[in-house]
């Protein structure tokens, strides 16, 4: 249930609505109607974090997630924001006796922490700054820095390392500026050669040595260059500078070093406040910041960030953001209370801390858009940051925590740019609602009206839902004819084809248009100017019949606008638009049927309706073959060959046209690579018919991938075979898997033919090759009775033997002819038997050398005498339990064990610890209990077998555990410094 506290607090929070509670739809928002929830989610939102502090809120840090607090009792609390319930403290009573702390830095990683102490009554013990790590509860004292009090840190947002911080500007309180590196190296906070990353890098030199208030710099992306902006009281400073030498340190003294000469640039604002505070905003983690806010007794100044505009000043378009004397509820605010305490900023806003209230003003045109009042229960509020790398936001009272939650900040930025006449920025942020997109455009075009920009004005009215009508007679009581048009074209651009009357009346309203203005300048042809005018305007008519919605609009009412130039005399334009929607296929009727097939052909080619084409084609191929086919390949793509196949296949009834046919395929088929079926069987029938000797090319240029070739595979067989082209059938049976049949029809052509089809099938098909080779050397024996040639078969597959072609000689042929051949037949068969003895020979022997060693092995045993000592302790040996190994070693059980502990895993580590307490639990057991059965004794003994194995598988000295440990050195790093003492 809800505490009554929580009930205030929500209550205390007030946003300003962000828009009226109900749009009406109106004239310029025609077909939206947009509500608004009066109870719409505020942008800030205060949420309480579950924490009870144990004492008073000092400083707060936060940082990736890493809060650090510093309490009233001396003690800093370290929480992990993703694993709240782990807080850590530390003690930090012994460091700041006398001292008080002033200043508590994090960088962005979270990893390195530095806490500024200053004395309590300004007198002795000097100021002091003092380090913590992340992993660490020790602090570490930076010594170099005894005497300053630092005031400033400018972290290195570049950096990704946990242990060092990477080059980091300190400022403090007398203006100097110093450079540095934190981190862990051992027991040192600072790098082994301090003094080079270590030094004052410069001095702000003012009169009043003011304390440095905030420092940040970047590196610039893409180049070499890097700003470092500085604030004291009253003066923002900007260094701008290139790193000669990335490696030279410090750093960035070689930025500062140009300006020891130099004037630098700065901002100053006269203020009485003890202290100024500085903010960047970062739209994305390591980035560069895109604005700039700096809060002084006048206001926030506010700047965005830009390295581009000029190389000296990186904050441009500066601007004062008055902080509000007024309340959402229209009280006014006290004197005392009109300089925040510190405030952050985010994309659009910013977030102002009193000390008894929190108010949020717009970045864009400085209204108060929130504001959070907090009771006295928790105390006053101390501070609110902003963690960089998340963004979350955190306040905090002297004695509570709080959180707020950012909810679609950017959601009336929209109206915010609207209102300043960013038209672009406004679209941009509308997030595609098409009620607000309209407003923007809306406004803009009534801007673009009333600055006469009338053009402009009607491209952007036509996107609009405003009332046609009413935007039409606007630009007609201006008298503003060709605004008019571009409205009415614009409009025309955005109907859909079934919006048939709207373009019909659209249409025909600009042609009457047109017509008007024509006539006006064809009544006055007196000067040059009119002639171009009215050439240009003609132009605008031709190129606006030409648009294909307005083409189809005008044919099919043609009669009402043949009508309308006519009521205006504008015979040209009669003429052109005769022309334009002359009827082509009634004109090449017409010219057919008059035998005139040239001319025919001439307005085939000139008219774009491709399915003339394929209309007329078969006729004019008839009479004008070559010119046709000529036509018909300068159409390229344009034409789809399988709609002219019927034309194509009427044509081919004589030599002279299919010839022209042939060339028309050939086309399709090898320059325009036409995938389509029908055209490539066409074509092969034609080449089966007319040119047989192009049947081989084309089908090697269709490839032996069965899958891949465009022609139907049975059909070329059919036909290769009715033309009684074999070599063709080969290659298709072949094709087709009929390997026995191409070898067959091979044969009847040259052997050399059937080897390459017996050649073909695949490596892993050795039968089936086998048996191909073996039909060619049945034919070359039986047929040819070629004995010499038979045998060559023995060398060009591997797969035929001697043997699987003797069946093919006849009886009466002599040994001599192949005797060579059944020599080395035998002569493998024994080579191969041989090898196999002496296999057989060798495992024989191998048997017998591990039955000998097994034989001795049971034999064996090691001697230990009274006086052997064990070669870790060196303490007599027979004292406590031990172990012997093979090579002559011998250790104490508890000397191993601990030898070996450092050397083995973790895994192994703990089941060495659990494998002793079990052996140690069943040895207390009473004697009875371990003696009743063979249980608990095979337990006993299996617990201490797998003990054995572990720590006694191998020598320490002789096994693998030494050979790893090659690497290690002798002393180990924490006891360096012990044993040099020692040896010293």
């Known amino acids: 249930m809800t505490s009554m506290l929580d009930q205030y607090e929500r209550a205390s929070q007030r946003s300003k609505p962000s828009g009226p509670e109900l749009m009406r739809p109106d004239i310029s928002t025609a077909g939206f109607i947009q509500m608004k929830s009066q109870d719409e989610e505020p942008i800030f939102i205060r949420q309480r974090v579950n924490f009870r502090p144990p004492d008073n809120i000092l400083h707060l840090a936060v940082s990736s997630n890493f809060i650090m607090i510093v309490m009233a009792n001396n003690i800093i609390l370290r929480i992990d924001v993703k694993c709240p319930e782990k807080k850590e403290e530390i003690d930090i009573s012994k460091y700041v006796t006398n001292m008080k702390i002033s200043g508590l830095f994090l960088d962005p990683l979270g990893n390195h922490l530095l806490i500024a102490l200053i004395p309590k009554n300004g007198e002795s013990p000097p100021a002091d700054l003092f380090y913590l790590h992340r992993t660490s509860t020790k602090f570490k004292q930076a010594g170099k820095f005894r005497g300053h009090e630092i005031t400033a840190v400018g972290w290195n947002f570049n950096n990704a390392s946990e242990t060092t911080s990477g080059p980091i500007l300190l400022g403090s309180s007398r203006g100097l500026i110093f450079e540095t590196e934190i981190g862990l190296d051992g027991d040192k906070i600072f790098n082994t050669s301090l003094e080079q990353y270590w030094k004052q890098v410069f001095d702000i030199g003012e009169e009043s040595k003011p304390p440095i208030t905030g420092i940040v710099f970047h590196k610039i992306p893409q180049s070499d260059k890097y700003v470092i902006i500085v604030t004291t009281l009253i003066r923002i400073y900007q260094y701008v500078g290139t790193i000669m030498n990335p490696q030279e340190k410090p750093l960035l003294q070689q930025i500062f070093s140009r300006y020891l000469n130099v004037q630098e640039r700065f901002n100053q604002l006269e203020s009485s406040l003890p202290y100024s505070r500085m903010q960047v905003y970062y739209p994305a983690p390591k980035g560069m910041p895109t604005s700039f806010g700096w809060l002084s007794e006048t206001g926030i100044l506010y700047a965005e960030v830009d390295a581009k505009a000029d190389p000296d000043n990186v904050l441009v378009n500066q601007e004062m953001l008055c902080c509000p004397e007024t309340s959402l509820s229209g009280t006014t605010v006290a004197q005392t209370s009109l300089a925040p305490i510190n405030f952050i900023l985010t994309k659009f806003h910013a977030l102002l801390l009193y000390p008894d209230h929190v108010k949020g003003i717009s970045l864009l045109n400085q209204e108060l858009i929130f504001e959070d009042i907090y009771n006295d229960t928790f105390g006053k509020l101390v501070n609110i940051i902003k963690d960089p790398m998340s963004g979350a936001i955190w306040a905090h009272t002297e004695r509570a925590l709080f959180k707020y939650k950012v909810t679609r900040e950017e959601r009336n930025v929209w109206q915010i740019y609207m209102d300043k006449n960013e038209f672009g920025l406004a679209k941009q942020y509308c997030k595609d609602n098409p009620a607000h997109i309209d407003q923007v455009l809306v406004k803009e075009a009534e801007i673009l009206f009333k600055n006469k920009e009338f053009e402009k004005s009607a491209i952007i009215y036509a996107d609009t839902h405003s009332s046609f009508e009413e935007i039409s007679l606007k630009f007609l009581q201006e008298s503003q004819i060709e605004a008019l048009k ?365 039955r000998k060693d097994i034989q001795a092995f049971r034999r064996r045993c090691t001697f230990v005498h009274v006086r052997d000592a064990c070669n870790s302790c060196e303490v007599q040996l027979l004292l406590r339990p031990f172990y012997v190994f093979p090579c002559g070693h011998k250790f104490h059980s508890d000397c191993l064990i601990a030898a070996l502990i450092p050397m083995l895993t973790i895994e192994q580590q703990t089941k060495l610890a659990d494998l002793q307490r079990q052996l140690t639990v069943i040895s207390k057991k009473p004697e009875d209990t371990t003696s009743v059965g063979s249980v608990s004794l095979s337990t006993k003994d299996q617990i201490k077998a797998d003990l054995d194995e572990l720590i006694a598988s191998e020598c320490l000295y002789c096994g693998e555990f030494m050979i790893e440990s090659i690497d290690k050195p002798f002393i180990e790093e924490e006891n360096y410094e012990r044993v040099m003492a020692e040896w010293a």
């Open 486 to 850: 571009t409205f009415l074209k614009k409009k025309l651009e955005g109907l859909r084809p079934q919006d048939k009357t709207q373009i019909t009346m659209i249409v025909v309203w600009v042609i009457e248009l047109f017509m008007n203005q024509l006539g006006t300048l064809r009544s006055n042809q007196s000067s040059h100017l009119h002639n171009s005018k009215y050439t240009e305007l003609q132009k605008q008519l031709d190129s606006f019949l030409c648009i294909p919605t307005v083409e189809e609009c005008v044919k099919k009412n043609l009669s009402t606008i043949h009508n309308l130039m006519a009521s205006h005399g504008d015979k040209d334009n009669l003429i052109r638009l005769t022309i334009m929607h002359r009827n082509y296929e009634e004109v090449i009727r017409q010219h057919l049927h008059k035998n005139n097939y040239l001319e025919a052909l001439e307005v085939l080619k000139s008219q774009a309706n491709r399915n003339l084409f394929y209309q007329f084609a078969g006729i004019l191929i008839q009479e004008l073959p070559k010119p046709t086919v000529a036509a018909l390949i300068s159409q390229g793509h344009q034409l789809q060959p399988s709609k002219l196949l019927p034309a194509l296949v009427s044509c081919d009834s004589d030599e002279k046209h299919a010839k022209e046919v042939v060339k028309y395929l050939e086309f399709c088929v090898y320059k325009q690579s036409c995938p389509d079926q029908a055209i490539h069987n066409f074509l092969l029938s034609l080449y089966t018919k007319y040119k047989q000797d192009e049947v081989m090319r084309y089908i090697g240029s269709q490839g032996q991938d069965i899958t891949m070739v465009h022609y139907d595979v049975h059909y070329a067989l059919r036909l290769c075979q009715e033309a009684g082209l074999t070599e063709a059938c080969v290659q298709l049976s072949a094709l087709l898997g009929l390997w026995t049949t191409a070898v067959d029809l091979a044969l009847t052509i040259n052997v050399d033919l059937a080897k390459q089809i017996a050649a073909m099938p695949s490596h892993n098909d050795n039968e089936l090759k086998k048996k191909l080779w073996l039909k060619i050397a049945e034919h070359v024996v039986r047929e040819r009775d070629d004995i010499q040639q038979a045998m060559e078969f023995l060398q060009q597959c591997d797969l035929v033997r001697i043997e699987d072609i003797l069946p093919f000689f006849s009886d009466f042929v002599t040994i001599d002819h192949f005797k060579d051949a059944i020599c080395s037949s035998l002569q493998e068969y024994n080579q191969h038997i041989q090898d196999l003895k002496e296999e057989m020979q060798e495992a024989t022997k191998a048997a017998e050398i591990i």
